[in-house]
């Protein structure tokens, strides 16, 4: 069964940067596209961004283009974001989640709490 | 970007009723739509992909119709561990954009 951990997370100033992790286990780590789906306190699901299974393609939501970079190194089965310049409504918990049929995310991380605060 | 909304946003059910769920995408999807729950405090999960396709071991009281920009999901008889938040998503273009949720609450 597969198996996602993410961490990384934590409290950065407005401006700051964090590097997200995302450890999977489980599965044929490089055949599988990945995500990051990301969720604001009390509000709903926010796509952010995706990675084929090489990484020779990435993704992103116009909200994070530019500063946020999604990544992976199938040598250590493990999925990236950089997240560069983050502000205040960067502040949500992430999760990471694999990419399966029609790009459906049947398995998810338990997630990890991102806080951009002064 | 295409834009997905939901109705209702919020539904009150009671154990053994027949709940119906709507998503609208603003563009033609075809079948590339995928239906998720969320408890609280927990990770989303998967029910539905490809709009009708059962996701692995989830019951089937669950299933999801549709196709182009209409698309449905039925829970035929509501469970006590159903009560959560429904989001549905479209995979046919990129962002992947998600429904705004609807929450399925207690009566």
């Known amino acids: 069964e597969a198996q996602l951990v993410e961490s990384g997370g934590g409290l950065v100033q407005p401006g700051g940067s964090l590097r997200l992790s995302c450890a999977a286990a489980?599965?044929?780590?490089?055949?599988?596209?990945m995500t990051w789906v990301r969720q604001a306190p009390g509000k709903g699901l926010e796509w952010v961004a995706g990675i084929s299974g090489t990484g020779g393609s990435t993704y992103y939501a116009d909200s994070v283009k530019g500063r946020f970079t999604i990544s992976r190194d199938n040598s250590k089965n493990t999925l990236y974001l950089q997240m560069n310049s983050l502000r205040a409504e960067d502040t949500a918990i992430y999760y990471c989640?694999?990419?399966?049929?029609?790009?459906?995310?049947?398995?998810w991380g338990q997630g990890t709490l991102v806080t951009v605060s002064p | 970007d295409i834009q997905m909304t939901q109705s209702p946003s919020s539904l009150s059910a009671s154990v053994g009723d027949r709940v119906t769920i709507t998503c609208r995408a603003s563009q033609n999807v075809i079948t590339y739509l995928n239906w998720y729950h969320q408890r609280p405090g927990k990770a989303p999960k998967l029910l539905i992909y490809?709009?009708?396709s059962l996701q692995s071991r989830v019951p089937s009281r669950f299933s999801g119709s549709g196709s182009g920009t209409d698309f449905t999901l039925t829970i035929s008889s509501l469970q006590p561990e159903d009560f959560a938040t429904y989001y549905c998503q479209q995979t046919y273009s990129t962002p992947r954009t998600f429904g705004p949720g609807t929450r399925v609450e207690i009566k």
């Open positions: 989640a694999d990419t399966n049929y029609y790009d459906s995310s049947g398995s």
């Open positions: 489980g599965f044929t780590f490089n055949t599988y596209g």
């Open positions: 490809a709009a009708s």
